[in-house]
């Protein structure tokens, strides 16, 4: 039995920093995405488990990276979605080429340099996706200094969009110590 997901998250190994950071940014604004590393299943046949979770799960995400391009996982797990028919969202070096399944996909380019604005594109477009199913919770989960823990609200397309434009941060208050919590408009992450 597994878990399920709405977001499958494939990646190869080399490339768990820039996965462990956008899963984490996803749990703030409730989104449940699976990363392989986290979810460790001892035991279990693998290609089985990943079998299992993909099918499972509403959307994948495929990181086209240079070590992603050339892993046989992630190629196997882009194989396993297009026949479960899943959406599969492509997050692409600009640099590298790549074919098969993805080809002829609308990708999300991506500068290993600079990847917020790729983030940016990438939540924004699973929020949507989700919301279009009405299977997003509302609220963005936030953290303060001071190790209180408690949830706010979400901003809207038009804030974030706006708060870029200005180039400003969302400011949040800590119920418990009354804190400033400063928020990346484009990741929501908290600065
Ligand atoms: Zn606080």
Request: net charge negative.
């Amino acid at each position: 039995m597994t878990v399920s997901f709405d977001v499958f998250l494939s990646h190869d190994h080399d490339d768990f920093a820039l996965v462990d950071r956008i899963e984490k940014i996803l749990q703030r604004i409730k989104i449940s995405a699976y990363v392989y590393e986290k979810y460790p299943r001892y035991g279990e046949y693998i290609p089985e488990v990943i079998k299992e979770t993909i099918k499972d799960s509403k959307y994948f995400v495929v990181f086209l990276t240079h070590e992603g391009i050339a892993s046989q996982w992630v190629n196997q797990e882009i194989g396993i979605a297009h026949a479960f028919d899943k959406l599969i969202i492509p997050v692409k070096d600009r640099q590298l080429q790549s074919k098969g399944f993805v080809e002829l996909r609308e990708f999300i380019y991506y500068d290993p340099l600079s990847p917020e604005d790729m983030i940016y594109r990438l939540i924004h477009t699973l929020r949507w996706r989700l919301s279009k199913q009405q299977a997003a919770e509302k609220g963005l989960a936030l953290d303060c200094k001071c190790g209180s823990k408690f949830d706010d609200t979400l901003p809207s397309y038009e804030e974030v969009n706006d708060a870029i434009r200005k180039e400003g941060v969302f400011v949040y208050k800590c119920p418990a110590c009354s804190g400033e919590i400063r928020v990346s408009p484009a990741s929501l992450e908290v600065l």
